[in-house]
């Protein structure tokens, strides 16, 4: 019986392996050939193999266009659209979760069937809106639509009513206001909750492409996703500097999931607490 479950382990070992090197190798393609002068083509295993390394690709993509203004503009959409998830999620989550008003359950059931609504859909209406408020090609176009998601709304509501109320209740006691009960007292306990909420739509909004780019028109709007798509010649696609530009804009995504890596798995089941 224990040989069989060795031999069960190095299987299952080898059967993970070979699914991880199919995930890993689309990312190690793009770092080799940024880093060399070749055209990107595997043609035979020695194609796989580093040889010539240089980082003048880099280098290259740094001057040749103004990826800075794109990696800045990515990382204020990115941070921006995060803290106002945050905090609006928590205050409509708390809300749900705490308060009873007229039609919450409504509400909250508009709150799910958003979720079931592929984002797509509002492409044309929020192009127009965003036309009569004069908001084209802004910050304001690619930051206050996504402030506030129904994903985070859920999640903040389901984690808060796992909360104790006991803690809410001797505060309420003591005279605390309900805009101090949630920044000093449910806020700190919501920070795993949090943690996941921030990680999720960081990443969505930094690789967000489809409504930059419908959304924004001048150079000095795009964003990193928007400037990839549009570095590329127009009859033959130069690899290397495009890889190049790639590993920047995956660089950022990499640090923050090697570092938040337990969040974000948490992040999966976090919405499934038991009411």
């Known amino acids: 019986m224990r040989i069989r479950d060795k031999i069960f382990r190095w299987v299952l070992f080898l059967i993970l392996l070979f699914i991880l090197s199919g995930m890993l190798f689309p990312m190690y393609w793009m770092v080799k050939t940024s880093l060399t002068k070749e055209t990107g083509y595997v043609l035979n295993f020695s194609d796989l193999l580093p040889k010539g390394l240089t980082i003048k690709n880099y280098q290259d993509v740094w001057s040749s266009a103004p990826f800075l ?52 859909i509002i492409i044309v209406p929020l192009f127009i809106l965003i036309k009569k408020l004069g908001w084209y090609d802004t910050y304001l176009t690619l930051i206050v639509p996504w402030v506030v998601n129904p994903l985070g709304i859920f999640l903040m509501r389901q984690y808060i009513q796992n909360l104790p109320r006991e803690l809410e209740d001797a505060a309420r006691i003591d ?101």
Not at 261 to 268: A, N, T
């Open 175 to 275: 005279g605390a206001g309900d805009f101090k009960i949630l920044f000093k007292i449910v806020m700190p306990l919501c920070k795993p909750a949090l943690a996941v909420l921030a990680i999720q739509v960081f990443l969505v909004n930094w690789n967000s492409f489809l409504f930059p780019f419908i959304l924004t028109s001048s150079e000095k709007m795009r964003t990193l996703p928007v400037a990839l798509a549009l570095y590329q010649g127009y009859q033959t696609i130069d690899w290397p500097h495009l890889m190049a530009a790639s590993t920047i804009c995956a660089l950022p995504v990499i640090i923050l999931f090697l570092f938040f890596q337990r969040q974000i798995i948490s992040g999966l089941t976090a919405g499934a607490l038991k009411q």
């Open 69 to 120: 203004r794109f990696f800045l503009n990515s990382l204020i959409v990115a941070i921006f659209v995060t803290l106002g998830n945050l905090i609006f999620c928590l205050m409509v989550g708390y809300a749900f979760a705490r308060r009873e008003f007229v039609l919450k359950k409504v509400l909250f059931l508009s709150v799910i069937l958003v979720l079931m609504i592929p984002a797509h």
